[in-house]
């Protein structure tokens, strides 16, 4: 039973990692300081910085609250003609199902990690429960490690590694080919691959950090 009790609370917590560092790329903060990181490409189309700031916003306001798509599908260029396409606003509907069902594993997996360490407390599992905690950090360690590896690489050394990536993500939650859109598309101007990149980086980094806070701070004496 105690092994159990451990490999659960191990097979959790990364779970837990990764929903606190896909909150915080959700933060409305996150599109300010991106447009104004170093290097972050301009948009060949036209869009100011401001105006990426603005739009962008949006799409990520809409992802994390409760409105229907008439949210994005309202919303409008200066010349009246609609800021999104059906093909888009139809993607953001899937995004937001996806992201919807994930916050809803994490909720579970940090009620499920509650739970057990409720239940650890109670019957002298206290042990146990760190172990498992920790080896869940060692876990998250070396998957965070791996995905900023990827974006570093793709970054810096070859743009192929980070897109094959990419696109194996988007293939476990999309159909076909139904997340690419043409450059000229406002998800793409709004949205690069740099965009994403960053994202990644900054979950995995919030992700490794906790990972290696409980896979050293509560490791076995």
Excluded: C
């Excluded at 962008?56 to 009246?80: C, K, T």
């Excluded at 598309?185 to 992700?207: K, N």
């Amino acid at each position: 039973m105690k092994g159990i009790f451990t490999s659960i609370v191990a097979l959790a917590t990364p779970l837990v990692l990764i929903g606190f560092g896909v909150r915080a790329v959700l933060l409305p903060i996150f599109p300010h300081l991106e447009y104004r990181s170093p290097g972050f490409p301009n948009d060949p189309y036209g869009f100011t910085g401001e105006e990426r700031v603005r739009w962008a916003s949006m799409a990520w306001a809409y992802l994390v609250n409760d409105a229907e798509i008439s949210f994005l599908g309202n919303l409008r260029h200066d010349d009246g003609t609609t800021l999104f396409n059906e093909r888009e606003l139809q993607h953001m509907v899937d995004v937001k199902r996806v992201l919807s069902q994930g916050m809803k594993v994490w909720i579970g997996a940090l009620a499920t990690t509650g739970l057990l360490a409720a239940i650890g407390w109670k019957l002298g599992l206290l042990p146990q429960l760190a172990r498992g905690l920790s080896l869940g950090g060692w876990i998250m360690v070396g998957a965070a490690v791996a995905v900023a590896l990827v974006v570093v690489v793709g970054m810096s050394f070859n743009p192929d590694v980070f897109w094959s990536f990419f696109s194996a993500f988007h293939s476990l939650f999309f159909e076909g080919e139904s997340w690419l859109f043409p450059t000229s598309d406002t998800l793409i101007r709004l949205f690069p691959i740099r965009y994403w990149q960053d994202a990644f980086l900054l979950g995995s980094v919030i992700a490794l950090g906790g990972g290696l806070g409980l896979a050293f701070g509560l490791r076995p004496r």
